[in-house]
């Protein structure tokens, strides 16, 4: 999501070049560990599925493929323009910069919903999960939201009026509507998408206990429980991390009215999806933190 804050206080060169710094010294320093750790947990899904493909874990790999791009942005495009205080790829640059962070978020955002829809097959008709969600199916989907995306970043624009920008004096991303605009409008499908997601979670998650309070103590049983809710846990944590970046522009940065605040604070929670993909990933899949660990071992 982009920024649309606005600030009343004006900086001085001096001033404003030190705050340039500290925000690009502190996106260097938040975003290149998280490229590093997000970059080996697609390596490591991409070896599993070279003998273990399923869909679930096609769809996160798609996730944080889209995430990464997102924090490669920042690492090689914010960051210098904040350093230097200027859109060093010119104007046309900035455009493309802003309305890529608007297609990356919208692409994980597209996949999470398929992941969501996944889960809720899988928990209440399971009889029909092969067939909705077959390996091959679940790979033509994943390429769907890159397509998708594009066509639903390209209507907001058309709708509205409005660019994506970065603004390299504020150090945000943000949207730029030269005759005032107005974005709801395609904002808000998106965060009444996002709640319809999270009902459609809190009912699975009432089916998931009552199921698991009928499994009886075998030690089989017990096991495909817990590794259901394992899953559905991860799937739960990525719509989580999109959501909290949404909620936060609309009841965070607003307030955010001091430039070095809201440059920081912007880089942290557009970054909610990318980190929150990455840590749920590494929490709750033990595949994946096995083979992140295999690629530390000596030959």
């Not at 829809?117 to 091959?136: E, G």
Request: aromatic residues 16%.
């Amino acid at each position: 999501m982009s920024n649309n804050t606005t600030f009343n206080k004006t900086f001085d060169d001096s001033e404003l070049k030190t705050y340039g710094r500290t925000v690009a010294i502190f996106t260097w320093i938040y975003c290149i560990p998280g490229a590093v750790v997000l970059l080996l947990a697609i390596r490591a899904n991409l070896q599993i599925m070279k003998t273990e493909a399923m869909p679930f874990r096609v769809l996160v790999t798609n996730t944080m493929a889209a995430d990464f791009t997102l924090l490669i942005l920042f690492i090689f495009y914010a960051a210098p323009c904040d350093l230097l205080l200027t859109e060093v790829y010119g104007h046309t640059g900035s455009i493309l910069a802003g309305t890529y962070q608007a297609y990356a978020f919208i692409t994980s955002m597209f996949t999470s919903f398929v992941i969501s829809s996944n889960r809720f097959v899988a928990i209440f008709f399971p009889q029909s999960l092969d067939r909705y969600f077959s390996l091959k199916r679940t790979y033509v989907i994943a390429a769907m939201t890159w397509l998708a995306a594009v066509f639903y970043a390209l209507f907001d624009v058309y709708m509205t009026g409005c660019d994506y920008i970065y603004d390299e004096r504020k150090f945000i991303f943000s949207i730029y509507c030269p005759d005032q605009g107005d974005h709801f409008f395609v904002t808000s499908k998106a965060i009444l998408g996002l709640y319809g997601i999270g009902f459609m979670y809190g009912l699975a998650l009432i089916k998931l206990k009552r199921d698991n309070a009928k499994i009886s103590s075998e030690e089989i049983a017990q096991n495909m429980a817990k590794r259901r809710m394992r899953v559905f846990w991860q799937a739960f944590g990525i719509w989580a991390s999109i959501l909290a970046n949404v909620l936060a522009y609309h009841f965070i940065s607003p307030y955010m009215t001091h430039v070095l605040l809201n440059g920081i604070v912007s880089v942290v929670l557009i970054l909610c999806p990318p980190y929150g993909t990455c840590l749920i990933v590494l929490i709750f899949d033990g595949k994946t933190r096995k083979h992140i660990a295999s690629f530390s071992d000596v030959q």
